[in-house]
């Protein structure tokens, strides 16, 4: 058995997903969460997903996680190029 192929190549590179959060919202807020999933070409999980990511994780964190870049310790000089 060929375990390599047994998850799909869409799967996220923070692991599985496995735990849900219900968030009760008004209507006009529902809209608009589809409104901008729509807009970054993402669905309403991605998009909520993303944004708390995004709030609780920091900008620069979350983009350095998705191209592979580790985050570095503040002050870390190991990083500077010569």
Avoid at 45 to 58: C, K, M, W
């Amino acid at each position: 058995m060929n375990t390599n192929l047994s998850r799909s190549g869409r799967s996220h590179p923070a692991g599985k997903m496995d735990v849900r959060i219900d968030v009760p919202m008004t209507e006009e807020l529902h809209d608009e969460v589809l409104f901008m999933a729509k807009l970054h070409n993402m669905t309403k999980a991605e998009f909520i997903r993303y944004t708390l990511e995004r709030v609780i994780f920091g900008e620069l964190s979350i983009a350095r996680n998705r191209a592979g870049i580790p985050n570095y310790a503040q002050g870390d000089e190991s990083r500077t190029k010569d």
